[in-house]
């Protein structure tokens, strides 16, 4: 995926310079496939927002529901993670705290 990331943002540049702006949507959301693949999900929802932003700018309503699509799998995959994340994270030495509640009880 990380080779492919490379290669997108190549023919991005080139969609660009030659202002093709169907094969720029093309790389930015080819790139957002790449980036889900590697679990980067964050950035491949921010990539696939540009990549929506050219479709509907263009009038492409051809690829626009598919990218809406992944769009969506990408934020429910991002926000796994994050909920993942937070539940693996000890707060505040919140456990300490409330053992001290509890000596001060008995």
Known sequence: PQRAIECFDRALNISREIEEPR????????????????????????????????????NDHSHAPSVRDHLRTFREARDRVRHTESKSIPCCG??????????EAS
């Open 23 to 58: 094969g720029e949507a093309g790389a930015i959301f080819n790139k957002s496939m790449a980036l889900s693949d590697l679990g980067d999900f964050n950035n491949a929802v921010i990539v696939a927002e540009e990549a929506l932003f050219v479709f509907e700018r263009i």
């Open 94 to 103: 919140l456990e300490q705290g409330l053992g001290e509640s509890d000596a």
